[in-house]
């Protein structure tokens, strides 16, 4: 029996998950659910974020669901999901962008890079390292590699014009990509952010460094029609972690109106990890069902509610 970590975190988490955790439930009755408070509301009420029980706690788990946890930029305050990512060693963050002629999925590294929070204030000046490793880059290239060899082809989004950094990164994905023998190019990230939205169909999987796989995942997501759908994998060897790519919208926290599609899709791949493909793919084509009823959130022109979506899709779960 599968235990699955339940950690809603901040703003619409507080909305979105129990709408996810409701139908993971109603397909794996044998799971045991627990728990776990994360976050900067918790951080407000006690002065922390996240405490070393919690991360025990986390490790317990065989997986996590997790929702969006809010994080001020203040330099004093550390991003509890960075720390959760480090301390778990979740180096490959998953990111499918799927939709109607649109099937990528962008695998970025999740531990170092621009993320790596090695970083200093100074008076006049402040720093952020960014870390390329060789380990570090051998195992996002081996991960990406192995889910291309089963797909199609592999891009390397980069910048090694500018950063010494990526010309290590580069090498060492193109080296591991010749090795397995997957078809491979690089592209810089800029030009690539473009080229992915007005020509979909030439990528498959995008294997990128840590910064910029988050903000050319958001950017993808205006191809499947936004935020409110993309959902996410962090895998480390030991944990994995199941998240919404979006954040915790606290401007349209608690009404009622965030779209739970992004983390019920995070619970699905949740169950393909845990070995269930069948439950996971009912859930998909649950969601699919009443999003084609016309049965939308707000976001996407709807007028369903939260709630209102996750019953919907609970009703089409438990008809299969
Ligand atoms: P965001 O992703 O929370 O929101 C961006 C925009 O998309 C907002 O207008 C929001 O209303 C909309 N949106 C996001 N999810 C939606 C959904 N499910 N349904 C309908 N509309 C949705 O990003 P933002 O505003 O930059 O950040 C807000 C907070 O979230 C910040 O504190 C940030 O640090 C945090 N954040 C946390 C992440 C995480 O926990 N994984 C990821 C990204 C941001
Ligand atoms: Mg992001």
């Known amino acids: 029996m599968a235990k699955v970590a339940v950690v809603e975190g901040d703003g619409i988490g507080h909305e979105v998950v129990p709408v996810a955790r409701e139908i993971l439930a109603a397909v794996r009755p044998d799971f045991e659910f627990f728990d776990v408070e994360v976050g900067y509301g918790l951080w407000e009420r006690t002065g922390s ?3 070393e029980e919690t991360i025990a706690d986390l490790q317990s788990a065989d997986a996590i669901l997790f929702g969006a946890v809010t994080t001020p930029p203040d330099p004093g305050y550390r991003s509890v999901l960075l720390q959760i990512r480090h301390a778990l060693d979740l180096y490959a963050n998953v ?3 799927q939709g109607e002629g649109v099937d990528i999925v962008i695998v970025r590294e999740n531990t170092e890079g ?4 090695i970083e200093w204030t100074e008076p006049d000046r402040a720093c952020t390292v960014r870390v ?5 880059s051998e195992r996002i290239a081996r991960y990406a590699c192995t889910l ?3 797909r199609r082809h592999l891009t390397i989004g980069n910048k090694a014009n ?8 580069v090498e060492v994905c193109t080296a591991e990509a010749a090795r397995m023998g997957v078809p491979c190019r690089a592209r810089y990230i800029d030009a690539l952010c473009l080229d992915l939205l007005m ?4 990528y498959d999987v995008v294997v990128t460094t840590n910064m910029f796989g988050d903000i050319l995942s958001d950017a993808a997501a205006y191809l499947v029609g936004g935020l409110g759908l993309l959902p996410s994998a962090n895998i480390g060897k030991r944990a994995a972690l199941f998240e919404p790519v979006h954040g915790s919208a606290p401007d349209i926290a608690g009404q009622n109106i965030a779209n ?3 983390a019920i899709r995070s619970a699905a791949m949740l169950l393909s990890h845990l070995g269930d493909p069948a439950s996971a793919a009912a859930v998909e084509e649950a969601v699919h069902r009443v999003l084609r009823a016309g049965i939308r959130t707000r976001d996407l022109g709807g007028v369903a509610g939260t709630r209102e979506f996750g019953a919907a899709v609970l009703r089409e779960v438990g008809q299969r």
Do not use: W
């Open 49 to 51: 974020a996240c405490g």
């Open 95 to 97: 990111r499918p962008i």
């Open 114 to 117: 621009l993320y790596s929070g």
């Open 132 to 136: 390329v490793s060789r380990r570090g």
């Open 148 to 150: 291309a060899g089963s």
């Open 162 to 169: 500018v950063l010494k950094s990526d010309c290590l990164f």
């Open 199 to 202: 020509h979909p169909d030439l």
């Open 260 to 262: 739970p599609v992004a």
